[in-house]
DNA sequence: ATTCTAGTTTATAATTATTCTAAACTAGTA
DNA sequence: TACTAGTTTAGAATAATTATAAACTAGAAT
């Protein structure tokens, strides 16, 4: 649970001033129990769903963007035509069912790795991703 | 190095008629020492360069989709906006640059897993992809 | 408080990647 | 040689995203 002081705090550390839209967009994301996946499609009808005032989907698109740049949630890997975000910023993993073109989250300590190979020169792991496609049994 | 029969065969066993352009589509992906990875856009082309007689784009999609079904290619997961293709139909895992949007092949036994989450009821792992991001170092 | 300004939001247009449409064409069979 | 279902094609349509430029606003300066 985080108060607006925190969400405005989070926007001020990562250069962001604290409009309006900026702190509603950021309390629909993380003030929750739960992290969750989420594109802009989406994000657009939860933040304005029987709002008075509307946020432009331009707007939600900037926001988007400016929380990933900041590191405030991550994009996640698919082969869909979309943009999926995730609000957990932790490393973690996925199982991707392309039926349903749904992402679940896998606890980081639910795949463990015995062997990763080393980066190209001059280069270093930024982040490593398991994806486990599904399919019907 | 793939023969033109090969090639034929390689459409009609997966209910492909071999048109011209399937067959020169295919050549230019399966015809070659090394896997590689495209785009639409990028095979569209290829495909395409200094040839007299083109093939359209509309075609260039739908073999692509065709190729894709039949399991000669496959897509990768990523996080922009174009579909990437793989002629590399092995599992294996990528290297992904975002800085120059450009992935790599790791091998398969670069990458080895200790353990890995059972998939949801009803389900099967039908692949398991790992993505390693870079950075600079 | 009032003014000012750079940063932000907005509606809308533009762009990009992809899919759809339906007419023309062709591989393979009759 | 004719037929037909499958395929190709140009171009229109759609979907997701990005760009534009005018209006607005947070926060600093007065």
Redesign the pocket.
Known sequence: MQQKKEIINKL?SS????????ILIAKKLFDRKETFHF???SLNKTVNKKMQ???????I???V?AFKKAGHIREILTNT???YYDTNIKSHHHFYDPDKKKLTDIDYQEVVLKKIPNPPKGKKIKDLEVVISLQKK
Chains 1, 2 share one sequence.
Do not use: D, F, M
Not at 15 to 22: D, M, S, V, Y
Not at 53 to 59: D, F, N, Y
């Open positions: 001020r250069n962001l001033r604290p409009t309006k839209q900026r594109t802009a499609e005032k509307r946020i432009s989907l331009a707007t698109y900037n926001t963007e035509s979309k943009s």
